[in-house]
């Protein structure tokens, strides 16, 4: 069946390239995701120059091994690819610049605790990489995954558990850190030591006056939950020198923030913080490790600038960057150059994880012009409103608008006062969206009167589309910090998205929706889509979702976890799936809230005896509510 294409207004047909350019897909994807010449999204797990498999083919597949939507797909060779990437723009600076020293990527485990995601990122050939651990739980996962001998920094509050766990991690190989982030933890991990016989290996975090400006500023700076001030400091290293373990002290940390935009408030916070280095080189402290904590961020909505989900900087800046100034400061005061680690966790994992869903229903406002009968004998203001359907002088469009507006202002503080029937209410608001309709078909976005209505139309005239999944549960961020994610049809990008769309999923609640997109080079309130189909399945994709998204999602209305796959990428190009991770059910959901299924299949028992029903009836309902406890959460087809 060839492909339908639609025309633009200049008169050319709508192409891919068009739809590549809408989405923004060049600019965010990093070269793992595109648009085909099709209309299909495809992925490249490898990069640009890997092989590609397209989306819809790959549902598909993914539903004939068993799996259902919504389906969180996983491209562990998108982890490797992206710890290469790191890896390799410090490893080029050092050699570049002539550094004297080497550099460890760190994996805060936090981002994305998930086995499969840890197990990828070690096993990446070639580079040098650690785990960053910041409570008991993570501590215990990262001893036994850890390659012996590996990097294991241990950040986070800390009790005497806590420090024993990372001091026999020590004596089992691991090259362990234990960061001092607060005074209290001082006497216990000399104590504990003591005990067992070992030099503890510390490191210090120190609490910087410098803030960047980001949604997470506040992780770092001197409000931060964490890290010493100078004051602080000096007493920390003066009881690990009475106790006669300061040779341990080897390691510096500091943390400026998450998802950092703009490359010039991290030169300012570092240029700090490396002055820490060389009072404590100064102190006799045999400090040769810098851990310059995270903020690498990730370019969500492909603007390249210093928006809050965007970055000023790649990822080879940054790295020159850290590398250089480390340099140039070591040489001036005549220092070794320190071992460099960075926990760049949200860098290495967003792109490798990506949310297919699909539409499941949609509401839209009736834009037809109304046949209007008995105008005489409807109410001035609706007669106002029926009297601009007409056509419109293009030099009017505006003006047009604003007072259609006025109008329906009107109209609406009348029914409300009893002055207009339902009918007629109902007849104004017709009216009034379809005189919308056309003037947006009349709208130029590349004329500067016009932008403001096309802006304040694009979201009055949006659809509603519902959708199957849980914005609290796969996409919390978008809901808690109004984090930008980028949303791409995965189909049918050849034709011209006609229609606009805000995304709402299935819970209660008002919050239960996408409230920001990215469209070209801006942010908008809604999102280009196609008019779906009759019988249509309407695929969405939610791009760069492996950081954070999965470990903070939480269950409310009861919505579980999503079915989720690990694809990978064989030598010869082909892909295959492993990991398969079905869906919670409705059971599992409610024994997490402590309501036993077994108690309640009794009490469905009792209802169903109780009721006027036949036996037939009895058992039919019966086992509907048996089968029904084991269902997803989710719809099903």
Same mark, same amino acid.
């Given at each position: 069946?060839?492909?339908?294409r639609?025309?633009k207004?200049d008169g050319?047909?709508?192409?891919?390239?068009d739809?590549?350019s809408?989405?923004?897909?060049r600019?965010?994807g990093?070269g793992?995701?595109?648009i085909s010449?099709?209309?299909h999204?495809e992925v490249r797990?490898?990069?640009?120059?890997?092989?590609?498999v397209?989306?819809?083919?790959?549902?598909?597949?993914l539903r004939?091994?068993?799996l259902?939507l919504p389906?969180?797909?996983?491209?562990p060779?998108i982890?490797q690819d992206?710890?290469?990437?790191?890896t390799?723009?410090?490893?080029?600076?050092?050699?570049?610049?002539?550094y004297?020293?080497k550099?460890?990527a760190?994996y805060?485990i936090?981002v994305?605790?998930q086995?499969?995601?840890?197990?990828?990122i070690?096993a990446t050939?070639n580079v040098s990489?650690?785990?960053?651990?910041?409570s008991k739980?993570?501590?215990?996962a990262v001893l036994?995954?850890?390659?012996k001998?590996?990097?294991?920094?241990?950040?986070?509050?800390?009790? $005497? +558990?806590? /420090? #024993?766990?990372?001091l026999m991690g020590q004596? !089992? %190989?691991h090259?362990v850190?234990?960061?001092?982030?607060?005074?209290s933890?001082?006497?216990m991990?000399i104590e504990?030591a003591?005990?067992?016989?070992?030099i503890p290996q510390v490191?210090?975090r120190?609490r910087?006056?410098s803030?960047?400006?980001?949604?997470?500023?506040d992780?770092?700076?001197?409000?931060?939950k964490f890290g010493l001030?100078a004051?602080q400091?000096?007493t920390?290293?003066?009881?690990?020198?009475?106790?006669?373990v300061?040779q341990g002290?080897?390691?510096?940390h500091f943390?400026m923030?998450?998802?950092?935009?703009?490359?010039a408030?991290y030169?300012?916070?570092? $240029? +700090?913080a /490396? #002055?820490?280095?060389a009072?404590l080189?100064? !102190? %006799?402290?045999p400090v040769d490790?810098?851990?310059?904590?995270?903020?690498?961020?990730v370019?969500y909505?492909?603007t390249?600038?210093r928006n809050?989900s965007?970055i000023?900087?790649?990822i080879?800046?940054?790295?020159?960057?850290?590398v250089?100034?480390l340099?140039?400061f070591?040489?001036r005061?005549?220092?070794?150059?320190p071992?460099?680690?960075?926990?760049?966790g949200r860098?290495?994992?967003?792109?490798?994880?990506v949310l297919?869903m699909q539409?499941t229903?949609f509401?839209?406002h009736?834009?037809?012009?109304?046949?209007?009968?008995n105008y005489?004998?409807?109410?001035?203001?609706?007669q106002?409103?029926?009297d601009l359907l007409g056509p419109?002088?293009?030099?009017m469009v505006?003006?047009?608008y604003w007072?259609?507006?006025h109008?329906?202002?009107?109209?609406?503080?009348?029914?409300?006062?009893?002055?207009?029937?339902?009918?007629?209410k109902?007849?104004?608001e017709?009216?009034y969206f379809?005189?919308?309709?056309?003037?947006?078909?009349q709208?130029k976005?590349r004329?500067?009167?016009?932008r403001a209505?096309?802006d304040?139309?694009n979201d009055k005239l949006a659809d509603?589309?519902?959708?199957?999944?849980?914005?609290f549960?796969?996409?919390?961020?978008?809901?808690?910090?109004?984090?930008i994610?980028p949303i791409v049809?995965?189909?049918r990008?050849?034709e011209?998205?006609?229609r606009?769309?805000?995304?709402?999923?299935?819970?209660?609640d008002?919050d239960?929706?996408?409230?920001?997109?990215?469209?070209?080079q801006?942010?908008?309130n809604?999102?280009?889509?196609?008019?779906?189909q009759?019988?249509?399945e309407?695929?969405?994709g939610?791009?760069?979702v492996g950081?954070y998204?999965e470990i903070?999602?939480?269950?409310?209305?009861?919505?579980?976890?999503?079915d989720?796959v690990n694809?990978?990428?064989?030598?010869?190009?082909t892909f295959?799936?492993?990991?398969i991770?079905?869906?919670?059910?409705i059971?599992?959901?409610?024994r997490y809230?402590?309501?036993s299924?077994e108690e309640l299949?009794?009490?469905y028992?009792?209802?169903v005896?109780s009721?006027?029903?036949?036996?037939?009836?009895r058992t039919?309902?019966?086992?509907?509510l048996r089968l029904?406890?084991?269902?997803s959460?989710?719809?099903?087809?």
């Amino acid at each position: 069946m060839p492909v339908r294409r639609t025309r633009k207004d200049d008169g050319s047909q709508w192409t891919a390239a068009d739809s590549r350019s809408v989405y923004g897909i060049r600019h965010w994807g990093a070269g793992y995701f595109s648009i085909s010449d099709d209309g299909h999204v495809e992925v490249r797990p490898q990069g640009p120059n890997g092989a590609a498999v397209e989306f819809t083919g790959l549902i598909e597949q993914l539903r004939d091994a068993g799996l259902t939507l919504p389906l969180l797909v996983r491209f562990p060779d998108i982890l490797q690819d992206r710890v290469r990437h790191l890896t390799g723009a410090f490893d080029a600076n050092i050699e570049r610049l002539e550094y004297q020293s080497k550099y460890t990527a760190l994996y805060p485990i936090k981002v994305n605790q998930q086995e499969a995601v840890i197990e990828n990122i070690i096993a990446t050939q070639n580079v040098s990489i650690g785990l960053e651990a910041g409570s008991k739980p993570e501590l215990m996962a990262v001893l036994a995954l850890a390659p012996k001998g590996g990097t294991i920094v241990c950040n986070g509050y800390k009790d $005497r +558990e806590f /420090i #024993r766990l990372a001091l026999m991690g020590q004596k !089992l %190989g691991h090259n362990v850190f234990i960061v001092i982030e607060k005074m209290s933890e001082v006497g216990m991990v000399i104590e504990e030591a003591a005990e067992l016989k070992v030099i503890p290996q510390v490191g210090l975090r120190v609490r910087l006056s410098s803030l960047a400006s980001s949604k997470w500023a506040d992780t770092g700076g001197e409000k931060s939950k964490f890290g010493l001030s100078a004051a602080q400091l000096l007493t920390v290293i003066e009881r690990f020198r009475a106790a006669g373990v300061e040779q341990g002290v080897r390691l510096l940390h500091f943390h400026m923030g998450s998802q950092i935009a703009n490359l010039a408030d991290y030169r300012d916070g570092f $240029r +700090e913080a /490396i #002055r820490y280095y060389a009072e404590l080189r100064a !102190l %006799g402290l045999p400090v040769d490790h810098i851990d310059v904590g995270g903020g690498l961020g990730v370019d969500y909505d492909g603007t390249h600038s210093r928006n809050a989900s965007s970055i000023n900087y790649d990822i080879d800046e940054y790295a020159g960057t850290v590398v250089g100034m480390l340099k140039e400061f070591c040489d001036r005061q005549e220092l070794p150059h320190p071992h460099i680690f960075s926990e760049s966790g949200r860098a290495m994992t967003a792109h490798h994880a990506v949310l297919v869903m699909q539409v499941t229903d949609f509401e839209r406002h009736n834009d037809e012009a109304p046949t209007i009968e008995n105008y005489d004998e409807l109410p001035e203001i609706v007669q106002a409103l029926a009297d601009l359907l007409g056509p419109t002088d293009p030099e009017m469009v505006t003006e047009t608008y604003w007072r259609a507006t006025h109008y329906m202002s009107e109209a609406a503080a009348q029914y409300a006062s009893g002055k207009l029937s339902l009918a007629q209410k109902a007849l104004a608001e017709q009216s009034y969206f379809a005189i919308c309709r056309r003037l947006y078909n009349q709208l130029k976005a590349r004329q500067r009167s016009h932008r403001a209505v096309l802006d304040e139309l694009n979201d009055k005239l949006a659809d509603k589309y519902i959708c199957n999944f849980s914005v609290f549960q796969s996409l919390p961020d978008t809901w808690a910090i109004d984090q930008i994610l980028p949303i791409v049809p995965l189909q049918r990008l050849s034709e011209e998205p006609v229609r606009r769309a805000v995304l709402q999923d299935l819970t209660c609640d008002s919050d239960g929706k996408i409230k920001h997109y990215v469209d070209e080079q801006s942010i908008e309130n809604s999102m280009p889509v196609h008019e779906i189909q009759a019988g249509e399945e309407y695929f969405l994709g939610v791009f760069l979702v492996g950081a954070y998204q999965e470990i903070l999602g939480d269950m409310h209305n009861l919505f579980g976890d999503t079915d989720s796959v690990n694809v990978y990428q064989r030598e010869d190009g082909t892909f295959y799936h492993a990991g398969i991770e079905t869906h919670d059910t409705i059971e599992d959901m409610l024994r997490y809230v402590h309501l036993s299924p077994e108690e309640l299949m009794t009490y469905y028992r009792d209802k169903v005896s109780s009721a006027r029903l036949s036996a037939k009836e009895r058992t039919q309902y019966i086992d509907a509510l048996r089968l029904g406890l084991t269902r997803s959460s989710y719809l099903t087809p």
